[in-house]
Antibody, heavy 120, light 108 residues
Framework: QITLKESGPTLVKPTQTLTLTCTFS??????????VGWIRQPPGKALEWLAL???????PYNPSLKSRLTITKDTSKNHVVLTMTNMDPVDTATYYC????????????WGQGTLVTVSS | EIVLTQSPGTLSLSPGERATLSCRAS???????FAWYQQKPGQAPRLLIY???SRATGIPDRFSGSGSVTDFTLTISRLEPEDFAVYYC?????????FGQGTKVEIK
């Protein structure tokens, strides 16, 4: 059974760096042809893909946010970490991590999401 | 950059009716990497359809997907009360994932 769960701060100040952790179980990022991605959703708005890390450490990023994002994996801890620099109030959103099979590239399992508010 | 445009923005229907949701891509895309999700308030999205027409595990057969090239459709044959939600289409291509802006299916 595949599960994912996001953790991190609920409130960050403008210009700060956000660090979110996705803790997963039910699969391995060291041997399976899978990826773990991050997707966010501002309140009342649509989903936006941010970044993904594959089992082979390939790391595609959303080009519009690439300069601010870093995604890493820790296969020993079953963690994927996303950092986003220079946070702004427009980055207020629910942040989700999700599992993506390499063969079909959809997001088939999602975490519950974590709401991050950017405010001074 | 591929843009996915969903229509209509809101669909007002009654339980038991058929729902037809559209997603149009700004250029030709691979149907192998096309998906649909359902999202209810306060919940994470749930995968319904992948590969444009394959139902995800546990998804009832009243949900079906079709389409190719630039035009894709999600059909709900008979709306159940639990189907009133927001639906998103999504495509993967050239190392990026793109979502549509969503269609809300509401009770008429």
């Amino acid at each position: 059974q595949i599960t994912l769960k996001e953790s991190g701060p609920t409130l960050v100040k403008p210009t700060q760096t956000l660090t979110l952790t996705c803790t997963f179980s039910g699969f391995s990022l060291s041997t399976s042809e899978v990826g773990v991605g991050w997707i966010r959703q501002p309140p009342g708005k649509a989903l936006e893909w941010l970044a993904l890390v594959y089992w082979d450490d390939d790391k595609p990023y959303n080009p519009s946010l690439k300069s601010r994002l870093t995604i890493t994996k820790d296969t020993s801890k079953n963690h994927v970490v996303l950092t986003m620099t220079n946070m702004d109030p427009v980055d207020t959103a629910t942040y989700y991590c999700a599992h993506s099979p390499w063969s079909t590239r959809e997001f088939d399992y999602w975490g519950q999401g974590t709401l991050v508010t950017v405010s001074s | 950059e591929i843009v996915l445009t969903q229509s209509p923005g809101t669909l007002s229907l009654s339980p038991g009716e058929r729902a037809t949701l559209s997603c149009r891509a700004s250029q030709s895309v691979s149907s192998s990497y096309f998906a649909w999700y359902q999202q209810k308030p306060g919940q994470a999205p749930r995968l319904l359809i992948y590969g444009a027409s394959s139902r995800a595990t546990g998804i009832p057969d009243r949900f079906s997907g079709s389409g190719s090239v630039t035009d894709f459709t999600l059909t709900i044959s008979r709306l159940e009360p639990e189907d009133f939600a927001v639906y998103y289409c999504q495509h993967y291509g050239t190392s990026r994932w793109t979502f549509g802006q969503g269609t809300k299916v509401e009770i008429k």
